[in-house]
């Protein structure tokens, strides 16, 4: 089977701890199902519509602070409910296939390190999105000290420094700044990193997690030989 044939109407999700890659792979993927002849759509959560991407700047700027975890939860869902609705379910009843960067396993991981309950975010994610979860979910792994390391971040000056979101070695700094959620310390990213590692069979659909300390063309190699052998 053709990954034209395989894939197209799949919606995959890239996800995983800061610094792990997720951008640069998202965009070696879409251009080779494009040469392959997919029409490829691609997407961001927090974000990815006028809508999301207001929601995005209260969720990733300096307000993030002094939400309640709740709050935090509920408005990266609403975000996610818009991009489902304007973005992911069309393009997928169009036949592209949609290939994401995060989704609900990034609340799982993110909200759950500070204590928000794993399954009452899926239940929320249900109502958000309904049936428009991912069928497969790539988690690109790095140890937490390594995403720090590539990402810039300096657990004293965090949010000061410039650095390349999701940079990895040997890519161009881009100077942006260290966004809220990152700038938090590092013993709460491990705790995101092994709740990434501990996402079970609670989780809807297919979860793969990828060693992403190599060289991005060598984690891209391992993401084509997983979407060749792996049915979505």
């Known amino acids: 089977m053709t990954l034209k044939s395989k894939l197209a109407g799949k919606f995959i999700v890239f996800d995983g701890p800061d610094g792990s890659g997720k951008s640069t792979q998202i965009r070696l993927v879409a251009e080779r199902l494009r040469a392959e002849g997919l029409e490829v759509t691609t997407a961001r959560d927090p974000g990815g519509t006028e809508i999301g991407d207001r929601l995005r700047q209260m969720l990733l700027g300096p307000e993030l602070a002094k939400m309640d975890v709740r709050c935090e939860t509920l408005l990266f869902m609403a975000s996610r409910a818009q991009l489902a609705g304007e973005v992911i379910e069309p393009a997928l009843k169009a036949g592209h296939v949609v290939l994401c960067d995060r989704f609900i396993s990034a609340t799982c991981a993110y909200q759950g390190a500070r204590g928000y309950d794993i399954g009452r975010i899926i239940e929320l994610g249900r109502y958000a999105v309904g049936d428009t979860w991912p069928q497969l979910t790539l988690i690109l792994d790095v140890p937490s000290e390594e995403g720090f390391r590539r990402t810039g971040h300096r657990q004293q000056q965090a949010g000061l420094n410039s650095k390349n979101h999701d940079a990895a070695p040997g890519l161009p700094l881009s100077g942006m700044a260290t966004d809220a959620m990152e700038a938090r310390p590092l013993e709460y990213h491990r705790k995101v990193r092994d709740l990434f590692l501990a996402l079970g069979p609670e989780y809807p ?13 060598q984690v891209h190699q391992s993401i084509l030989e997983i979407l060749e052998r792996v049915d979505p």
């Open 205 to 217: 659909g297919r979860i793969v997690v990828i060693d992403a300390t190599p060289s991005p063309e």
